[in-house]
């Protein structure tokens, strides 16, 4: 079975400065996806970035970017010049790929991140 | 165009009664995922629902059940109710694989607060 670690249950950072949540995970398969969700306090959770395992290509989608280490089943999640609005639970998480999947989605514990104006 | 809606947003309920939550999947989805996330946690899959069936279930007991109508929507039943249910219970829809390797993403919903007293 997969499973997704968040080890920092909180973090912070100043306003405009750049941070790095972590993320590592555990699978036998070779083809996956791996996701970075945020979740403000109004609850919805949102698509942040997405990786596909196939693809050595770190994904960057504006401020946000990964570190995608396939080897070190390792998925930082990193925010650069962070606004007030970027606070939230942030959430890692893994899904199988290939014929028949679900798309059931295997979520870390989450991440508090806190941003200082 | 309307994101995936749930109701109601918010329910007490005491040990022991039942509860039904529904969820409508944002338009041109068909395919419905179930979470439970108990606070300070990482949502856990229930339970998908697609062309009116189960299709994959997560480690819940049977006191879960579900339903998807024709028109895509989806009810979550819980019975007898037991305080560890008390959770934010999240939807989420998305459209089902196109060739068994497609990405499709899962669109949340904002979720059912439920507490059990």
């Known amino acids: 079975a997969q499973t997704v670690t968040q080890s920092q249950p909180e973090m912070s950072v100043q306003e405009a400065e750049t941070v790095t949540l972590s993320c590592t995970y555990d699978?036998?398969?070779?083809?996956?996806?791996l996701f970075w969700y945020k979740q403000p306090p109004s609850r919805q959770m949102i698509l942040v970035i997405r990786q596909e395992a196939y693809k050595q290509q770190n994904a960057t989608e504006n401020r946000f970017s990964v570190n995608f280490q396939k080897a070190a089943k390792s998925f930082s999640l990193k925010i650069s010049d962070s606004q007030l609005g970027d606070a939230a639970m942030y959430f890692c998480a893994y899904r199988s790929y290939g014929s028949g999947n679900t798309g059931k989605l295997i979520f870390g514990q989450g991440t508090t991140l806190q941003v200082k104006p | 165009d309307a994101g995936v809606t749930q109701s109601p947003t918010h329910l007490i309920k005491t040990r022991g009664q039942q509860v039904t939550l529904r969820c409508s999947p944002k338009?041109?989805?068909?395919?419905v995922s179930w979470y439970q996330q108990a606070l300070g946690q990482g949502p856990q899959f229930i339970f998908q629902y697609y062309e009116e069936e189960e299709r994959q279930r997560g480690n819940f007991p049977d006191r879960f059940s579900g339903h998807q109508f024709p028109n895509y929507s989806s009810e979550l039943n819980v019975n007898a109710l037991l305080l560890g249910d008390s959770a934010l219970y999240l939807c989420a829809s998305s459209l089902a694989l196109a060739g068994g390797t497609a990405y499709n993403e899962q669109f949340f919903g904002p979720g059912t607060r439920l507490t059990v007293l």
């Open positions: 699978t036998s398969e070779s083809d996956y996806y």
């Open positions: 338009s041109g989805h068909d395919t």
